[in-house]
T-cell receptor
């Protein structure tokens, strides 16, 4: 199955700044997704990253706050913009391999905004 | 809309005893069902999935799950629990009848913390 390398694994950022999280997949995936997770809680889908076009955002998430890029079938980035302490969370990316409908996850980015 | 419920926030079992982590789902089309495990400070690890075929699915680390269409359930089971099984478990569903902007999305349950006592 596909393996996703996600970085950074953690970061502490000042409020008002931005952080870009990267996910690199070792093989092509048909779909990529970005999630947010509070520690010990469920995953909330932020958006579907579409190759070569604008991401599709879930209710409550907007492009200005969470711009996403997906230039090809193996790479995507999520930027958390103009951060506030409320953005402190774990961010995970996921890829859907298509064959057998498997979903692989990155190891997550633990973000703390101070 | 698709949804998943894990009715137990926590499950506690003694090592060597069987364990069950419950999951029920709701979809409009046929469900694809998944179980994932998350250890502290780690990403999600795939355990098993149901797509079609045999209702009893065997997965990693000795886990299995039974798909029950009439009860819309997909409970995770293991005959003999290990202390190392202690983790956060998520059930997830993909609605194969979903199209448009809902296509391909996984919906997760709220998670169940499994604690296996020595």
């Amino acid at each position: 199955s596909a393996v996703i390398s996600q970085k950074p694994s953690r970061d502490i950022c000042q409020r008002g700044t931005s952080l870009t999280i990267q996910c690199q997949v070792d093989s092509q995936v048909t779909m990529m997704f970005w999630y947010r997770q509070q520690p010990g809680q469920s995953l909330t889908l932020i958006a579907t990253a579409n190759q070569g076009s604008e991401a599709t955002y879930e209710s409550g998430f907007v492009i200005d706050k969470f711009p996403i890029s997906r230039p090809n079938l193996t790479f995507s980035t999520l930027t958390v913009s103009n951060m506030s302490p409320e953005d402190s969370s774990i961010y995970l990316c996921s890829g859907e391999t298509g064959a057998g409908y498997g979903y692989t996850f990155g190891s997550g980015t633990r973000l703390t905004v101070v | 809309a698709q949804s998943v419920a894990q009715p137990e926030d926590q499950v506690n079992v003694a090592e060597g005893n069987p364990l069950t982590v419950k999951c029920t789902y709701s979809v409009s089309g046929n469900p694809y069902l998944f179980w994932y495990v998350q250890y502290p400070n780690r990403g999600l690890q795939f355990l098993l999935k149901y797509i079609t075929g045999d209702n009893l699915v065997k997965g990693s680390y000795g886990f299995e799950a039974e798909f029950n269409k009439s009860q819309t359930s997909f409970h995770l089971k293991k005959p003999s629990a290990l202390v190392s099984d202690s983790a956060l478990y998520f059930c997830a569903v993909r609605d194969m009848g979903a199209g448009g902007t809902s296509y391909g999305k996984l919906t997760f349950g709220q998670g169940t913390i499994l604690t296996v006592h020595p």
